[in-house]
């Protein structure tokens, strides 16, 4: 009887996933064919479709494997002492990707997808909840320590900045003067600000 | 010798962009082939590639005539005597195809191919010029009739409004309970204090 290791399976499927990421990037979701992904990662068809039935299959689990990242990260910051100084830290970490073409068209590439197809919204809208709360447990943090007015208008404050953070990435595509880094002052002004302001 | 009416073929070209807008909206950029426009347009392929060589030319020509339409709206909005009153149409005018997922679509998809195509980049930055100095030039005028601070720093501002557009169009794609038209109080609230916490 052939056994599995799960260990070495684990492998192989980080081993798809980072040649299809770097496929993608290169080519995007509609100009990469499984056959590219495969050359990439150095396996047959059959044993790729192995691990992921299909093109989608492997989307969907990239999206998924960079909102586990995500998560991961998050909760490295909401576990820092200081809420603003992990907000800031959070902001600096979101204008370096988008100041990427590749990775900021993968990001417009993903939200395109997840308008249109169910199974890859699904995904997309997990990753979205986790990172929303994870600012608005940031901002609850910062309110209850002073240092921002905001707390019980923290999930609406998180929704607006997941929104800034949108139009930080699909800015670049449309504006070529713009810089995402240079936005990062502004957001780290608003973000103290911001919820003060807002407050209806 | 086989005269060419201008007035003919500009309702002919009108005919081809309405029938590609209708296509796209369904079926997207991607999933649109010419002959779907064709079939929608009530024309044979030869008659359309008369006026239009490819999809792509077909798209940037409907980019480009957005860009138009758009351009005339703002004209309207900046002689308006009332600026802030002008902004605050122009909230409104952004937020409903924001709310409206076939046209939230096509804009998301739109800027995902100006991402990797420099024809349609060069459109798409052209009417994003325009929306932006239109912008600047309400920021200006409501600053010089004392209803906000903008003056100087209108520019930017303008790109930060630019910015929250684009994420008030990529959001529902990601959230599926963002509702676009939610965002216009708060839009219209920040933009009469935003250029005055935004002056550095």
Do not use: W
């Not at 509609?30 to 691990?51: E, V």
């Not at 139009?167 to 240079?182: H, K």
């Amino acid at each position: 009887m052939r056994t599995v290791d799960p260990v070495k399976q684990a492998a192989k499927r980080r081993r798809i996933l980072e040649a299809a990421a770097s496929c993608f990037a290169e080519m995007r979701f509609q100009g990469t064919r499984t056959a590219d992904i495969c050359k990439r990662a150095g396996m047959s068809p059959g044993n790729l479709f192995h691990y992921f039935p299909s093109k989608h299959a492997i989307i969907v689990a990239l999206i998924e494997s960079e909102g586990v990242q995500t998560a991961a990260y998050l909760e490295r910051l909401v576990a820092e002492e200081d809420a603003i100084g992990a907000l800031f830290t959070l902001i600096d970490a979101v204008v370096e990707p988008a100041a990427d073409p590749e990775y900021a068209g993968l990001a417009l590439d993903t939200a395109a997808a997840a308008q249109r197809d169910e199974g890859i919204a699904a995904v997309v809208a997990r990753n979205d909840r986790r990172l929303r709360a994870g600012i608005a447990d940031l901002l609850r943090r910062a309110a209850a320590a002073g240092r921002i007015d905001a707390g019980p208008a923290a999930d609406g404050a998180a929704t607006r900045i997941a929104a800034r953070i949108d139009g930080i990435f699909a800015r670049p595509a449309t504006d070529p003067n713009f810089a995402p880094r240079e936005q990062a002052p502004m957001l780290r002004l608003l973000l103290t600000r911001f919820p003060r302001v807002e407050q209806p």
